[in-house]
C-alpha cells in the first residue's frame, strides 16, 4: 500500500513555468511505475509521463507535453515530480500523480488510468491567459 499526496498547484499565467509535486509515503521501497495524469473539467483523465520509482531511471511522455513537461523523482524525500514549462491555458486541469506496482519486469508504458492502482487527492493548477 501506497500514499500519495499532491502538492504545488495554483494559478499562473500563460508562459509561466510550475513544478507539481507528490508525496510518496506507505511501502515506498517497491517497485512501481509512477505516473502523472490530468483531468480537465468535463473530459477524461489524460496520461502525461510515467517514471520508474526504483533502479534506472526510465521515462515515457505523452506526445503532446513532449519536450514541454518533465517528470523526475528524488527517492531521498520520498517525492515525485512535474516540471511544466510554457504553460497554455488548456494546461487548466487537476494535476493527478499515481502508482501502478511492477511485480512482473520487463517495465512497459502504462498509459490508461485503469492501469494504476494508487491516485493522489489531485492538485489544481489554472493557468489565465
Known amino acids: 500500500q501506497v500514499q500519495l499526496v499532491e502538492s504545488g498547484g495554483g494559478l499562473v499565467q500563460a508562459g509561466d513555468s510550475l513544478t507539481v509535486s507528490c508525496k510518496v509515503s506507505?511501502?515506498?521501497?517497491?517497485?512501481?511505475?509512477m505516473a502523472w495524469f490530468r483531468q480537465a473539467s468535463g473530459l477524461d483523465r489524460e496520461f502525461l509521463a510515467q517514471?520508474?520509482?526504483?533502479?534506472?531511471?526510465?521515462?515515457h511522455y505523452a506526445d503532446h507535453v513532449q519536450g514541454r513537461f518533465t517528470i523526475s523523482r528524488r527517492n531521498s524525500e520520498d517525492t515525485l515530480y512535474l516540471q511544466m514549462d510554457s504553460l497554455k491555458t488548456e494546461d487548466t486541469a487537476v494535476y493527478y500523480c499515481?502508482?501502478?506496482?511492477?511485480?512482473?519486469?520487463?517495465?512497459?508504458?502504462?498509459?490508461?488510468?485503469?492501469?494504476?492502482?494508487?491516485w493522489g487527492q489531485g492538485a489544481l493548477v489554472t493557468v489565465s491567459p
Open positions: 506507505g511501502r515506498t521501497a517497491v517497485n512501481y511505475v
Open positions: 517514471i520508474t520509482w526504483i533502479g534506472a531511471v526510465r521515462k
Open positions: 499515481a502508482a501502478k506496482r511492477i511485480t512482473n519486469p520487463p517495465v512497459l508504458t502504462y498509459t490508461l488510468a485503469s492501469q494504476y492502482d494508487y
